[in-house]
Each structure stands twice: as structure tokens, then as C-alpha cells.
């Protein structure tokens, strides 16, 4: 799509053998399709005590959608319009047609020739699809099992931080700025390398936190291939206005992205915000159906809370009632529109929804977290490496933003001169092992 006619490389896409989204449509997406199924097929019982006959047969017809669905997928078939009738069934539909006047020639929109970003986003929708056309599964997430073991593996990185935590807000008063900023940079890292614990990327592999989140940063330093973090603490220490009241009155959008320990440790960096003064009102965004396995939804968001809030640790009770504390005061708030469920590149969210990007124009800092939301921000598309961030965005600029991203996929702009080949001669798969990261600041404000 040319945002505000700005021209754009290619999109990366399956029909480039060898190249990682041919990898990741042609292993990796059957791969899932098949742990969803079984996941379906194991809770069979599950679904005939709750359901009886209904339930199973059900589950019987939402498996033979997404074996058809795997099937359609690994023989390269045209993409279908989704006949769920779903509130955002016509914009997908849409967004299909937009793909097909794109195609060359007249080829069908199909998995191996499109956009990876739009196939890998319409299996998951699909995916949604099979549960919503087969009552009563349609309230069932295929993905809650992965998710609640990532937080159930991470126990011991969840008690290191929310102890953390608590000794930053105990000390707090006494904090000069300098130590604030510290402590800020350090949380702000820790979200940052919270992202490696992606359940799409390891196919549902476990992938939780297993070392020390705040130990492991010295050594993971060096990783980090572009930091603007300075600059993401000078555009909150810049929010500060007093307002009428003297209050401080800055407002954070966090865009997550994974549940289990990557979550928790947004949570914390949202608490240190609030409890610091930096931020007056946090506003959390989620997925409103569960997507690439890992990611956050309603259900996910409010079951952490309320676990971490039972955990039978003094820290971690203490953070999860303050965040509950946080909820019911309307400090935080979490929302879900269905754009962040769409395919569609950031660069169009001004014109096909409208409504979410004014709202996020009224955000003093936009935290965009994981590899997804990046390949989004930058149109999932071969930019060569030195291309500078705030051009890749194509326009998208509600807000200043800020990527905390594990690469985990072939497009990385931003990078100075030889800093790409120097890596791909060390490690040829560097932004796609998910050992590196960035921390990619841009600003309306900042002169392009
Ligand atoms: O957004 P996240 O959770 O950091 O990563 C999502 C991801 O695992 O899925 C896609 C590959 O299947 C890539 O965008 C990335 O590897
Ligand atoms: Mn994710």
C-alpha cells in the first residue's frame, strides 16, 4: 500500500525460496496448524463434559476447517474471504481484494505469492475462523496452554523482578534523577529482552525466562544494535507538564505483544512509570483474539493479574494487588481494537482506523513491543539496512514511539553503514535468531 504516495521496497514474502518467510510459511505455520489441532484433539473429553454431544461434534468440525485450512496452505491454494460474519470479516475481505488488484497478471492471492506479512496474519484469523463458525468453541483460545506454562516456566525471573521492583519504589523518594533514569533504563531493557520469549517463533517450543532479568543485562548489552533509549527518557522527562492540579500528567500507550514473563515484565515497567510520577495514566493494548500464539489477549491481560496478585510470594502478591489497585482506579486501562488483529501495515492505520490513530495521537509515548508490531511499523518490507527508522514508518507518526524488538524476522532499518555486513559475516541469520534487538526511537517533533 503507498502511504501518502512515499514509495516502498517490495514486501518480504514466500515466493522468494529460501528466503525466511518461505521457511515460515512452508515449516514453521503447518507446524502450529497441527498444535492447534492437537490441542483441539486433546481436549475433546473437556469439551463433551462441558458440551456433551454438541461439544465434540463441534470440536470434530473445527478440526476438519483447520485441516482443510493446513492443506490450502501447504498446496500454495487461492486465499479464501472469511464467511464468519465477525465485526472485522468485511475489513479482512476488503483488505483481500486490496492484495488481488495488486497481484501481477491476474494471479490469485495465494500463500507462497503474497505478502508473508498478510498470509501470516490471515492464518491466525482463520484459525479463528474454525472456532467461530463451530459454537461452542468460539470462546475457546487454541493458545491458552503455551501461554499460561510461559508464565508458570518463568516463576523465578517473575520473583527476581517484582522484588526488584518493590525495592525501586521503597527507595524511591530518595532517588536522585540520574538513579531514576537508571532504574528506568534498566526496566525499559528488561521489557526489551522479555520479547525473546515468543511461543510463534519456537513453533510453541517452550520459551520461557529462565536466567535473572536484571543479572543477564550487562552480557546482553552488546546485543542491542541501535539504543535510543536516552532519547525515550528525555521525551517522558519532557512530558512532565504541571496541569491545573500540579500533577504531572503524561500518558504512556504500551502496545504489547506476548503474554507469560514478556507481560509481567510490561507490568513492571508500567508500575515504575506511575510510581515514579513519570506517567499518569498507562493505557495497555492487546489483541481482541488470540494471535501468534504468544500474544496478549482480555482473558491473558486479567488472568496475570489476578496470578500474580494469588502467588504465594510476597513481591510478586504485593505488585499484582498494586497493578489491580491500578486497573480499578482507571491509572491503567486495557483495550483491544481489532486493527491490531488486522494485517494491515501502520503506515495505513490513519485512514483504515481512523479512530485508533487519534487516539493514539493523544499518547505523550508509544511503546510498540515485539518483532510482529516492527515488521508492521516498517511495512514488512526489503528496506536496505541504512534506511533511516523515521522514513520506513511511511507517515505513521501519531505519537513519539519507541520499537522494543528481538529480531526475529528479516527486515531491519536504522543500522549504520557496514554495521549489517559486519554482522551477516559473524552470524548470517542475525535477525532472525532472536539474539539481537533494538530499542528504535522516532518523533514527530524530531526534525526528519
Ligand atoms: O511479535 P513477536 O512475538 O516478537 O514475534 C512474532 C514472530 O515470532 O512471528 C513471526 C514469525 O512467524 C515473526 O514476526 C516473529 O518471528
Ligand atoms: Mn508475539
Avoid at 234 to 262: P, W
Avoid at 368 to 378: A, P, S
Avoid at 439 to 447: A, D, G, H, I, L
Wanted: proline residues 4%; negative net charge.
Amino acid at each position: 500500500m503507498e502511504a501518502e504516495g512515499i514509495s516502498a521496497p517490495l514486501s518480504l514474502s514466500a515466493e522468494f525460496e529460501g528466503s525466511f518467510a518461505y521457511l515460515t510459511v512452508r515449516d514453521r505455520l503447518p507446524t502450529i496448524l497441527t498444535k492447534v489441532i492437537d490441542t483441539l484433539h486433546r481436549n475433546k473429553d473437556n469439551f463433551f463434559k462441558e458440551y456433551g454431544k454438541e461439544g465434540v461434534q463441534a470440536e470434530k468440525t473445527a478440526i476438519s476447517f483447520l485441516s482443510r485450512l493446513r492443506n490450502e496452505l501447504q498446496t500454495d491454494k487461492p486465499v479464501l474471504s472469511l464467511t464468519d460474519n465477525a465485526e472485522d470479516s468485511e475489513a479482512w475481505n476488503e483488505y483481500m481484494r486490496r492484495q488481488q488488484d495488486l497481484m501481477e497478471d491476474g494471479r490469485p492471492v495465494s500463500w507462497f505469492k503474497s505478502p508473508w506479512l498478510y498470509m501470516e496474519c490471515y492464518m491466525y484469523r482463520r484459525i479463528q475462523e474454525a472456532l467461530y463458525m463451530n459454537p461452542p468453541m468460539d470462546k475457546f483460545d487454541v493458545f491458552k496452554e503455551g501461554k499460561t506454562q510461559s508464565y508458570f516456566e518463568s516463576q523465578q525471573a517473575i520473583k527476581t523482578l517484582c522484588t526488584y521492583l518493590q525495592e525501586l519504589i521503597t527507595n524511591m523518594e530518595n532517588m536522585t534523577e540520574i538513579q531514576l533514569r537508571d532504574s528506568f533504563l534498566k526496566l525499559l531493557q528488561i521489557s526489551l529482552w522479555g520479547n525473546k520469549c515468543d511461543l510463534s517463533i519456537s513453533a510453541g517450543q517452550d520459551n520461557s525466562q529462565k536466567s535473572s532479568p536484571i543479572d543477564s543485562l550487562p552480557d546482553l548489552q552488546r546485543f542491542i544494535l541501535v539504543d535510543d533509549s536516552s532519547m525515550v527518557w528525555s521525551t517522558l522527562v519532557a512530558a512532565q507538564g504541571a496541569g491545573s492540579s500540579g500533577k504531572k500528567h503524561a500518558r504512556v500507550d504500551i502496545i504489547l505483544d506476548n503474554a507469560g514473563f514478556e507481560l509481567i515484565t510490561d507490568l513492571v515497567l508500567a508500575d515504575f512509570l506511575v510510581s515514579a510520577g513519570l506517567a499518569k495514566q498507562i493505557r495497555f493494548h492487546g489483541k481482541s483474539i488470540p494471535w501468534f500464539v504468544s500474544d496478549v489477549t482480555k482473558q491473558d491481560f486479567e488472568w496475570t493479574i489476578m496470578q500474580t496478585m494469588a502467588a504465594n510470594h510476597k513481591w510478586m502478591s504485593a505488585s499484582g494487588v498494586q497493578w489491580k489497585h491500578f486497573m480499578k482506579e482507571g491509572t491503567w486501562s486495557y483495550h483491544d481494537h481489532i486493527f491490531w488483529t488486522l494485517p494491515h501495515e501502520f503506515c495505513d492505520m490513519a485512514v483504515d482506523a481512523a479512530d485508533l490513530y487519534s487516539t493514539l495521537q493523544g499518547s505523550d509515548l508509544i511503546l510498540f513491543k515485539g518483532d510482529l508490531n516492527y515488521r508492521k511499523l516498517t511495512g514488512d518490507r526489503k528496506w536496505e539496512h541504512t534506511v533511516p527508522f523515521d522514513q520506513a514508518l511511511r507517515g505513521f507518526q501519531p505519537a513519539p514511539l519507541c520499537s522494543l524488538r528481538t529480531l526475529k524476522a528479516d527486515v531491519q532499518v536504522g543500522l549504520q553503514p557496514g554495521q549489517a555486513e559486519k554482522l551477516s559475516s559473524q552470524e548470517p541469520d542475525w535477525m532472525t535468531n532472536g539474539r539481537y534487538a533494538v530499542v528504535q526511537f522516532s518523533s514527530p517533533c524530531r526534525e526528519q
